[in-house]
């Protein structure tokens, strides 16, 4: 048998090597969704949703006013632009409002982003950077990750 065949086919190899690449993510942190304002669309989530609003911060970094909720173990993260040079504003223009990112609670942003890297992944931030809630952030770009612009933070 072929070396690769039998490191595939034993449990304890492919569990090792799972292991030493993996990101160790732990669940889904938050989704983002791009909205033109935040104000015109918290009703949805509090009177027909259910949820509440617990935080509305604006994060410089990002040039984004952000609105959170919480939805079990993960929140649901609405991004209004701060101005026309924001990825928000950009974004909302190219594609409209709607599902904006994935984010990742993993135990190291600098960790995972190495592993993403080391498997070819293109990076949007070589380093983590602040976030909304006080998290590290970094994202990975959605050309190598099927379409998806992910989230990556830790808190
Ligand atoms: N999801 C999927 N694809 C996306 C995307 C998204 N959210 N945003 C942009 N793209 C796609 C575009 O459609 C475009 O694809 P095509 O070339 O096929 O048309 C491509 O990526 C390039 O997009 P662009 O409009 O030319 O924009 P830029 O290259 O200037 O920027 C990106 C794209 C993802 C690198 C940039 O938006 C970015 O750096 N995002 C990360 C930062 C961010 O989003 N911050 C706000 C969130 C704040 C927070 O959560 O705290």
Not at 70 to 84: F, H, S
């Amino acid at each position: 048998m072929r070396i690769e065949n039998y490191l595939n086919n034993c449990y304890l190899c492919t569990h090792i090597i799972h292991k030493k690449t993996n990101m160790d993510i732990s669940h889904i942190e938050h989704l983002g969704i791009a909205v033109k304002s935040i104000e015109a669309h918290i009703p949805y989530y509090e009177t027909v949703l259910g949820l509440t609003c617990y935080n509305i911060e604006v994060v410089e970094e990002q040039n984004v006013k952000t609105a959170f909720f919480k939805a079990g173990q993960t929140k649901i993260e609405l991004l209004e632009p701060l101005g026309d040079d924001s990825a928000i504003a950009k974004f909302i223009e190219k594609r409209g409002e709607g599902i904006h990112h994935i984010a990742f609670a993993v135990p190291s942003v600098q960790a995972a982003l190495d592993k993403a890297e080391s498997k070819g992944i293109q990076l949007i931030d070589k380093a983590p950077r602040n976030g909304a809630e006080g998290l590290q952030i970094a994202f990975l770009h959605p050309k190598s990750t099927g379409g998806v612009l992910t989230e990556l933070c830790s808190g």
